[in-house]
């Protein structure tokens, strides 16, 4: 799907049993290396990671939050 399809922004969890999003994030920069990504997860602190996420968000900081960060990143891949 992601190879067929126009993407904006990747937004996953972090945790994705048998992997992490981390994981999934540097299998994504493989296939498209300026591809935004967020990562969200419960944890208090973000594990290291080889190839991080441009953005990571709490599952505690909300909707609101998340929101706020999704549409700054879509404002800033289009140029607005």
Do not use: C, Q, W
Request: charged share 20%.
């Amino acid at each position: 799907m992601f190879k067929a399809n126009y993407v904006d922004l990747v937004i996953s969890d972090h945790l994705l049993p048998p992997t992490t999003g981390s994981d999934f994030v540097a299998e994504l920069r493989r296939l498209s290396p300026n591809l935004p990504t967020m990562i969200l997860s419960g944890e208090i602190v973000f594990p290291d990671a080889v190839e991080p996420p441009d953005y990571y968000l709490h599952k505690l900081e909300g909707p609101t939050e998340m929101i706020a960060k999704v549409r700054s990143v879509i404002l800033s891949a289009t140029g607005a």
